[in-house]
């Protein structure tokens, strides 16, 4: 299924077929593309590039579908990245993080940082990390090859 090029979001470089890939829910999802390009939010003689998300309920894409700007499609592969790296080693904490410095780490970004920590506001935290390090590692093989495909890419970028 071909992603629309006439609506605000103007495709540049597209993945047309992406629901053959999409995780867990490969060929049995909404996300039909993804694409970079002009965002919708672009002000006139102000342009900003975009990552796009086009989902499709099957008869007509869905408002749905998620636009970010790259900074943050960035950022939350760093959020990603660091959180994956805290539960590498979060066996060792009987609530898989420690409850007296809930703070994960701090992201040095454009002369401030990022601190990622886990949300101990969260009422259910304690269960809610056992369900996401089970998560993980029940997705371990997906998340795996495509850290070391982005590493690979990052390597041949000089990254």
């Known amino acids: 299924m071909k992603i629309p090029h006439n609506l605000k979001h103007k495709p ?3 993945v047309e077929d992406y629901e053959k890939i999409d995780g867990r829910t ?14 919708q939010w ?14 499709h309920t099957g008869g007509k ?5 998620e636009e970010l700007p790259l900074h943050r499609v960035l950022d939350l592969a760093i ?18 993080y420690d409850e007296n410095n809930p703070q994960i780490a701090r992201v040095g970004l454009q002369g401030d ?11 259910k935290i ?5 369900l996401f390090y089970q998560a993980l590692h029940d997705d371990d093989e997906l998340i795996g ?9 990052l390597k041949e970028m000089g990254y």
């Open 12 to 14: 540049v470089i597209t």
């Open 26 to 39: 490969a060929r049995n999802t909404d996300a039909k593309g993804l694409s970079l390009g002009l965002a």
């Open 42 to 55: 672009n002000d006139r003689g102000k342009v900003e590039i975009s990552a796009k998300v086009w989902r």
């Open 61 to 65: 894409w869905s408002r749905q579908s």
């Open 79 to 96: 959020l990603i990245s660091q959180g994956l790296q805290h539960f590498r080693e979060a066996y060792r904490y009987e609530k898989l």
């Open 113 to 123: 940082a990022m601190t990622v920590s886990v949300c101990v506001d969260n009422e």
């Open 126 to 130: 304690d269960e809610d990390m056992q």
């Open 145 to 153: 090859e495509r850290l070391q495909t982005l590493s690979r890419i």
